[in-house]
């Protein structure tokens, strides 16, 4: 049971308690009897009345009770009169409950939580409200600028409680320097400018509110500097959009505000300038198509030079030959050197003539080709001629004594064989095989040849032999920069110097994967490597393969292995290795909702949330697979390149999940069962639609196999979990309860491709699970 909170009135209200009032004064409305005169007689006197109670405070927190009349005094002898009644106290006031849009709680009790409850229908946090186009550097002064927003969503969104906030990024760090609260309502569909009075073109339909305030450039088409727009939600202390503008491929540190981090990109980075240059000289930066969102900023941001504030956005087409190398589509390429441009008959490159390829386009390649006629189609001088590449000269050398290559065989005068006897060539060439002085001796085995050049590096003829001077066959010495042995190899580059102090070296220069999570393969590469006695992963044993001397290979991480920064260091004979950095992360599928609520005949909450263990990490090379039980085949492959939040979790799912996943994918994607999510040690590449488990269940990390009310699905258990006799087999069911819809799969604890770490609760997509297994 959720509780939500109430005013003390309204509780003790709904507990059937009267209010009483603590703060009205009582009210007297009468007067104390008096007392009355004595009988002659000597009867008693009769009491006098009591006084009228005192009216009851007012409603709010309930009022104090009136005071009750004083008695009357009795007459001599009488008894006295009875006091007044005290009156009721006011009824105390009421707390209309108000929905919090974005705290998993259903606070106004009203059976909807949060985005689902239609008093969130105007909240930007269940929208889709996104930064669309920026225009913040102009050819001179800058006089122009604007930011777009859109509502890309169904529903109009109160801009109430938002804000733009500018951010500087100079010296890698993330600093606010000016905020610009907003205010109105975008409907949907419609656009948002945010604009200096200078911009002219704004299209009528859109909503507007002046820039007052200078909008940074970021840097210079030379250096460029990253800074970065925010649209915050001051309410629910979250980040609706960022771009990261002129961003380098590390992008720039999450702002904070008041202990919250707010990332500025998603997915790769983008590097998106719309500086002006002479070759585009007005640009803006843009979403494209229009209102694209990817979860990749660098695919989904771009320049153009087409500016349309409070519109859709449009990218012009390249002019192929304009004269003035112009940039129209802002792509940074111009005229032929734009990939627009390569069917453009002016564009066309002419036929190159020796590499068996079309490049006019003409059907016809390098001799066959008209254009090649006497136009080099191959080395020593061969030509094309009569659509055939032949060599000028004839086929063989026609004189010995010219310097020249004429029949086109890379060999001269005498050191070809067609020279052999001739005149011209009775002096002994010692490195060719020829007898070119006739004498039935050749090369070494010619006295003509003794202590002449046989080969290179330094051989020369001695004693009938092609040898080395110095007679040796390994290098002598490793620093004194000659070639002992002649084998064209000095000091530290010859082999035989591998052990050699002045040039053994022992350390590690880079891993395949600087994120690596428990189970992980990870390929070491160094030098010193051979007969290594150990490798530790923050003091953790790692079992592995010496491949090489500059290779060593990790089949898995153990799973004991520390979290975070680690230190590896290879252990030899001759020494550790200086420690090398890598991340190790428990990389484990932490929640899945398949089955939820309809829109439009579709599963529109369906998510998947994947931890880490560790905060902001990056998952380049890993990917989550799904895997079809009809069939036992992967239906679809989605890459992990994307930064994990502070908590270290990632979100996948569609548009409609709360809050919006860093990677997204249509409705009714998520199948319901029996089917299975794995994590690969792999690119996505690896598994198009419909691959089989025989040739993609490898390098998996974890898995889950579930079902909603299903049979157990005995391949993707044996292929992504364990064989039959395993306890940690187990295929779980979303379905334990009637309202199926409404529940998720969520991890209970920790350990990777284990079945029995789940069960079922109300979903939590982006929450760390704070569930206890049974």
Same mark, same amino acid.
């Given at each position: 049971?959720?509780?939500?909170?109430?005013?003390?009135?309204?509780?003790?209200?709904?507990?059937?308690?009267?209010?009483?009032?603590?703060?009205?004064?009582?009210?007297?409305?009468?007067?104390?009897?008096?007392?009355?005169?004595?009988?002659?007689?000597?009867?008693?006197?009769?009491?006098?009345?009591?006084?009228?109670?005192?009216?009851?405070?007012?409603?709010?927190?309930?009022?104090?009770?009136?005071?009750?009349?004083?008695?009357?005094?009795?007459?001599?002898?009488?008894?006295?009169?009875?006091?007044?009644?005290?009156?009721?106290?006011?009824?105390?006031?009421?707390?209309?409950?108000?929905?919090?849009?974005?705290?998993?709680?259903?606070?106004?009790?009203?059976?909807?939580?949060?985005?689902?409850? !239609?008093?969130?229908?105007?909240?930007?946090?269940?929208?889709?409200?996104?930064?669309?186009?920026?225009?913040?550097?102009?050819?001179?002064?800058?006089?122009?600028?604007?930011?777009?927003?859109?509502?890309?969503?169904?529903?109009?969104?109160?801009?109430?409680?938002?804000?733009?906030?500018?951010?500087?990024?100079?010296?890698?760090?993330?600093?606010?320097?000016?905020?610009?609260?907003?205010?109105?309502?975008?409907?949907?569909?419609?656009?948002?400018?945010?604009?200096?009075?200078?911009?002219?073109?704004?299209?009528?339909?859109?909503?507007?509110?002046?820039?007052?305030?200078?909008?940074?450039?970021?840097?210079?088409?030379?250096?460029?500097?990253?800074?970065?727009?925010?649209?915050?939600?001051?309410?629910?202390?979250?980040?609706?959009?960022?771009?990261?503008?002129?961003?380098?491929?590390?992008?720039?540190?999450?702002?904070?505000?008041?202990?919250?981090?707010?990332?500025?990109?998603?997915?790769?980075?983008?590097?998106?300038?719309?500086?002006?240059?002479?070759?585009?000289?007005?640009?803006?930066?843009?979403?494209?198509?229009?209102?694209?969102?990817?979860?990749?900023?660098?695919?989904?941001?771009?320049?153009?030079?087409?500016?349309?504030?409070?519109?859709?956005?449009?990218?012009?087409?390249?002019?192929?030959?304009?004269?003035?190398?112009?940039?129209?589509?802002?792509? *940074?390429?111009?005229?032929?050197?734009?990939?627009?441009?390569?069917?453009?008959?002016?564009?066309?490159?002419?036929?190159?003539?020796?590499?068996?390829?079309?490049?006019?386009?003409?059907?016809?390649?390098?001799?066959?080709?008209?254009?090649?006629?006497?136009?080099?189609?191959?080395?020593?001088?061969?030509?094309?001629?009569?659509?055939?590449?032949?060599?000028?000269?004839?086929?063989?050398?026609?004189?010995?004594?010219?310097?020249?290559?004429?029949?086109?065989?890379?060999?001269?005068?005498?050191?070809?064989?067609?020279?052999?006897?001739?005149?011209?060539?009775?002096?002994?060439?010692?490195?060719?095989?020829?007898?070119?002085?006739?004498?039935?001796?050749?090369?070494?085995?010619?006295?003509?040849?003794?202590?002449?050049?046989?080969?290179?590096?330094?051989?020369?003829?001695?004693?009938?032999?092609?040898?080395?001077?110095?007679?040796?066959?390994?290098?002598?010495?490793?620093?004194?920069?000659?070639?002992?042995?002649?084998?064209?190899?000095?000091?530290?580059?010859?082999?035989?110097?591998?052990?050699?102090?002045?040039?053994?070296?022992? *350390?590690?220069?880079?891993?395949?994967? !600087?994120?690596?999570?428990?189970?992980?393969?990870?390929?070491?590469?160094?030098?010193?490597?051979?007969?290594?006695?150990?490798?530790?992963?923050?003091?953790?044993?790692?079992?592995?393969?010496?491949?090489?001397?500059?290779?060593?290979?990790?089949?898995?991480?153990?799973?004991?292995?520390?979290?975070?920064?680690?230190?590896?260091?290879?252990?030899?004979?001759?020494?550790?290795?200086?420690?090398?950095?890598?991340?190790?992360?428990?990389?484990?599928?932490?929640?899945?909702?398949?089955?939820?609520?309809?829109?439009?005949?579709?599963?529109?909450?369906?998510?998947?949330?994947?931890?880490?263990?560790?905060?902001?990490?990056?998952?380049?090379?890993?990917?989550?697979?799904?895997?079809?039980?009809?069939?036992?085949?992967?239906?679809?492959?989605?890459?992990?390149?994307?930064?994990?939040?502070?908590?270290?979790?990632?979100?996948?799912?569609?548009?409609?999940?709360?809050?919006?996943?860093?990677?997204?994918?249509?409705?009714?994607?998520?199948?319901?069962?029996?089917?299975?999510?794995?994590?690969?040690?792999?690119?996505?590449?690896?598994?198009?639609?419909?691959?089989?488990?025989?040739?993609?269940?490898?390098?998996?990390?974890?898995?889950?196999?579930?079902?909603?009310?299903?049979?157990?699905?005995?391949?993707?258990?044996?292929?992504?979990?364990?064989?039959?006799?395993?306890?940690?087999?187990?295929?779980?069911?979303?379905?334990?309860?009637?309202?199926?819809?409404?529940?998720?799969?969520?991890?209970?604890?920790?350990?990777?491709?284990?079945?029995?770490?789940?069960?079922?609760?109300?979903?939590?997509?982006?929450?760390?699970?704070?569930?206890?297994?049974?």
């Amino acid at each position: 049971m959720k509780l939500r909170s109430l005013g003390i009135a309204g509780l003790l209200s709904a507990l059937g308690m009267t209010v009483i009032g603590c703060g009205d004064e009582p009210t007297v409305q009468g007067t104390t009897g008096s007392s009355s005169s004595s009988s002659s007689s000597g009867e008693a006197g009769s009491g006098g009345n009591g006084g009228t109670a005192g009216a009851g405070g007012t409603a709010g927190a309930g009022g104090t009770a009136g005071a009750g009349g004083m008695a009357g005094a009795g007459g001599a002898g009488g008894m006295a009169g009875a006091g007044g009644m005290a009156g009721g106290g006011g009824s105390g006031g009421s707390m209309v409950p108000v929905e919090l849009c974005s705290n998993d709680l259903d606070d106004d009790g009203d059976g909807n939580v949060d985005c689902k409850d !239609p008093k969130c229908a105007m909240q930007a946090i269940c929208g889709k409200l996104i930064i669309n186009e920026v225009d913040y550097d102009q050819t001179d002064v800058d006089t122009t600028e604007f930011i777009e927003l859109y509502n890309a969503g169904m529903t109009d969104i109160t801009l109430d409680g938002l804000e733009v906030v500018l951010i500087n990024g100079n010296g890698g760090t993330s600093v606010e320097y000016e905020t610009i609260p907003l205010s109105g309502t975008v409907t949907a569909g419609q656009y948002f400018v945010l604009a200096a009075a200078g911009v002219m073109n704004i299209d009528p339909g859109a909503a507007t509110q002046t820039l007052t305030v200078a909008v940074q450039n970021g840097g210079t088409p030379a250096t460029p500097s990253p800074d970065a727009i925010l649209l915050r939600d001051t309410v629910n202390s979250l980040g609706l959009d960022a771009i990261c503008y002129e961003c380098p491929p590390t992008g720039m540190p999450a702002y904070n505000f008041n202990g919250v981090d707010y990332p500025l990109y998603v997915g790769t980075p983008s590097s998106v300038t719309d500086a002006a240059t002479p070759a585009t000289p007005n640009r803006s930066i843009i979403r494209f198509p229009n209102g694209a969102y990817t979860g990749d900023d660098s695919i989904d941001w771009r320049a153009t030079t087409i500016l349309t504030p409070g519109a859709a956005n449009q990218v012009a087409t390249e002019v192929c030959v304009d004269g003035m190398m112009l940039d129209e589509d802002a792509d *940074e390429l111009a005229d032929c050197a734009d990939p627009d441009c390569v069917a453009f008959p002016a564009c066309i490159p002419p036929e190159i003539c020796d590499n068996g390829m079309d490049e006019d386009f003409d059907m016809m390649a390098d001799c066959a080709d008209s254009d090649c006629d006497m136009q080099a189609c191959g080395p020593n001088g061969l030509v094309c001629s009569m659509n055939m590449c032949a060599c000028p000269g004839g086929a063989m050398e026609m004189a010995c004594d010219d310097m020249m290559d004429n029949d086109c065989d890379a060999l001269i005068d005498c050191n070809d064989p067609d020279c052999t006897g001739t005149p011209a060539c009775s002096v002994e060439i010692c490195d060719n095989g020829l007898d070119e002085d006739g004498d039935m001796m050749t090369d070494c085995a010619d006295s003509d040849c003794d202590m002449q050049a046989c080969g290179t590096n330094g051989l020369v003829c001695n004693m009938n032999m092609c040898a080395c001077p110095s007679g040796m066959t390994t290098e002598a010495m490793c620093n004194d920069m000659l070639d002992e042995d002649c084998d064209g190899m000095t000091d530290c580059m010859d082999s035989d110097c591998a052990l050699d102090p002045a040039c053994f070296k022992l *350390e590690v220069t880079m891993v395949d994967y !600087p994120v690596i999570a428990h189970g992980g393969a990870l390929v070491v590469t160094g030098s010193g490597f051979m007969g290594a006695t150990g490798v530790t992963i923050g003091g953790t044993n790692a079992m592995f393969t010496v491949d090489s001397d500059t290779q060593i290979t990790i089949a898995s991480v153990d799973d004991a292995t520390p979290l975070a920064m680690q230190d590896l260091v290879v252990m030899t004979p001759n020494g550790n290795t200086m420690p090398f950095g890598v991340t190790v992360v428990r990389l484990q599928i932490s929640e899945s909702d398949s089955d939820t609520e309809n829109v439009n005949n579709a599963d529109a909450f369906e998510f998947i949330e994947i931890s880490t263990g560790v905060p902001n990490v990056n998952l380049q090379g890993y990917t989550v697979v799904l895997w079809n039980g009809n069939g036992d085949v992967s239906y679809r492959a989605m890459h992990l390149n994307v930064n994990a939040d502070a908590n270290g979790l990632i979100l996948l799912g569609n548009t409609s999940v709360v809050p919006t996943p860093i990677i997204t994918f249509p409705n009714n994607t998520h199948q319901n069962g029996a089917d299975a999510i794995a994590i690969h040690q792999a690119d996505p590449t690896a598994y198009p639609a419909n691959t089989t488990l025989a040739n993609g269940a490898n390098r998996i990390i974890d898995a889950l196999v579930y079902d909603t009310a299903d049979a157990d699905d005995v391949g993707l258990l044996d292929a992504l979990l364990w064989p039959a006799g395993d306890p940690r087999r187990v295929q779980v069911d979303e379905t334990p309860h009637s309202a199926n819809m409404s529940r998720s799969i969520q991890r209970c604890n920790d350990g990777r491709r284990d079945g029995r770490l789940f069960v079922t609760e109300v979903p939590t997509p982006g929450v760390v699970n704070t569930v206890t297994c049974p």
